[in-house]
């Protein structure tokens, strides 16, 4: 399973964007790139995933570089309802292994 | 997305009882069904892996005498808490993946606050 490394936790003001990056140099062919939102005392809702390049949705973009060994993810104009902790996966089939995740502060 | 649900959403016992925790996928097969636990501002940890139909695979240091997992349909997985002591109170999380096409995808429940007094 390939680790991931991110940044403990992040502050940020509304209206802002935030970035998150994360590192996976051990990600193997087969692994796409996953981020989880949690609020405190909920369980894990999926945000975004990607194999490559850029990935966007209503929520999200994921930039993925052609190495594949970081992605980043990109929240446009936060809110005070974005502050959660974000966790960064890499996975194919097998099962999913938390890191430490990210606590996004997000302050008005 | 898929909707998983899990009973009860709290739950307080006291030390030396057991507890059942049911986990439910609601519109989707799941064929595969993860239990994690969380402690306060701690990750989730993983316990245990269950197939339909077949034994849960355990994580390393997880006592599965203590942490019984069933899952004998497509559609519900329970984690019993044996002879629960303090120390296993946390918060206990169930996944959800069905065997599709895209089975990287995991679908999480809300969560269960367990509390042993």
């Known amino acids: 399973l390939a680790k991931t490394t991110q940044p403990i936790s992040m502050d940020s003001y509304e209206g802002q964007e935030v970035n998150i990056t994360c590192s996976h140099n051990n990600i193997a062919t087969n692994d796409y790139i996953t981020w989880y939102q949690q609020f405190p005392s909920q369980g894990p809702r999926f945000i975004i995933q990607g194999y490559k390049t850029k990935v966007t949705n209503e929520v999200a973009s994921l930039f993925i570089p052609a190495d594949r060994k970081s992605s980043t993810l990109s929240l446009p104009r936060v809110s005070l309802s974005d502050t959660a902790v974000y966790y960064c996966?890499?996975?194919?089939?097998?099962?999913?292994?938390f890191g430490t995740g990210t606590r996004l502060l997000v302050s008005p | 997305g898929a909707v998983v649900s899990q009973h009860p959403s709290r739950v307080i016992c006291k030390s030396g009882t057991s507890v059942k925790i049911e986990c439910r996928s609601l519109?989707?097969?799941?064929?595969?069904m993860f239990w994690y636990r969380q402690f306060p501002k701690k990750s989730l940890m993983l316990m245990a892996t269950?197939?339909?139909?077949?034994?849960?695979?355990?994580e390393q240091g997880v006592e599965k005498d203590k942490f019984l997992i069933n899952h004998a349909s497509l559609t519900l997985s329970t984690l019993t808490v044996t002879s629960a002591h303090p120390e296993d109170s946390s918060f206990y999380i169930c996944?959800?993946?069905?065997?599709?096409?895209?089975?990287?995808?995991?679908?999480f429940g809300p969560g269960t606050r367990l509390t042993v007094t």
């Open positions: 996944s959800a993946r069905g065997g599709t096409d895209r089975s990287y995808e995991q679908y």
């Open positions: 519109d989707f097969q799941a064929t595969t």
């Open positions: 996966l890499v996975v194919a089939f097998q099962k999913l292994v």
């Open positions: 269950s197939n339909e139909g077949s034994k849960a695979t355990y």
